[in-house]
């Protein structure tokens, strides 16, 4: 009698473990970004990503008081000016209030447009792979727009080049 049970223990577990196997086997789809949030720059205008079609563009999503986020601006800005000839733009997307971005941008200018996304950018950016709500966090899109990479820290910038490199003129 406990042998039986205990058999029957033994294979309910061997169902149980099977039938959560076969459910992470399964193909799950690849979910579509959440539509664009809006984004304005520091004057209030309203901008969208088509603005940048045709080119390689980096989306950087960062704060102020990130601190690996202040640390990849400055290399960003320097690619920037390097590589914005052969079709490279860098955007950084600030999670932050629009005051502590326009105190932050004084100390430490960028050569790149920053705009400030509403309260919907951060589930914009996990729509785009940021899976941990992490910042930094940067989206690669090729010159149609497409997705090449999403990459969660520190986007060191020989990563990037060695990215986007394949893509310029």
């Known amino acids: 009698m ?4 205990a ?5 309910a577990l061997l169902a149980l473990v099977a039938g959560i196997s076969v459910r ?4 799950v789809p690849i979910k579509a970004p959440l539509p664009e949030p809006m984004l ?3 004057e209030g205008r309203a901008h969208t990503l088509s603005e940048w079609r045709g080119k390689v563009l980096v989306l950087n999503f960062w704060a102020t008081w990130c601190a690996p986020c ?8 320097r690619l920037q000016s390097e590589l914005s000839s052969r079709g490279l733009q860098f955007v950084g997307v600030a999670i932050d209030e629009p005051s502590e971005v326009r105190d932050f941008l004084k100390a430490h ?10 309260d919907n950018g951060p589930k914009w950016a996990d729509s785009l792979g940021n899976d941990i709500s992490a910042l930094p966090f940067s989206v690669v899109f090729d010159p149609d727009g497409k997705i090449v990479k999403a990459h ?14 394949p893509f310029l003129k």
């Open 109 to 118: 200018p960028v050569n790149y447009p920053i705009w400030i996304a509403d």
């Open 24 to 27: 992470h086997w399964q193909t």
């Open 152 to 165: 969660i820290g520190i986007f060191h910038i020989e990563d990037v080049k060695k990215l986007v490199l």
């Open 70 to 77: 202040r640390e990849e601006m400055p290399e960003f800005s």
């Open 40 to 42: 304005v720059d520091l």
């Open 2 to 5: 406990i042998m039986k049970r």
């Open 7 to 11: 058999v029957m223990v033994v294979l």
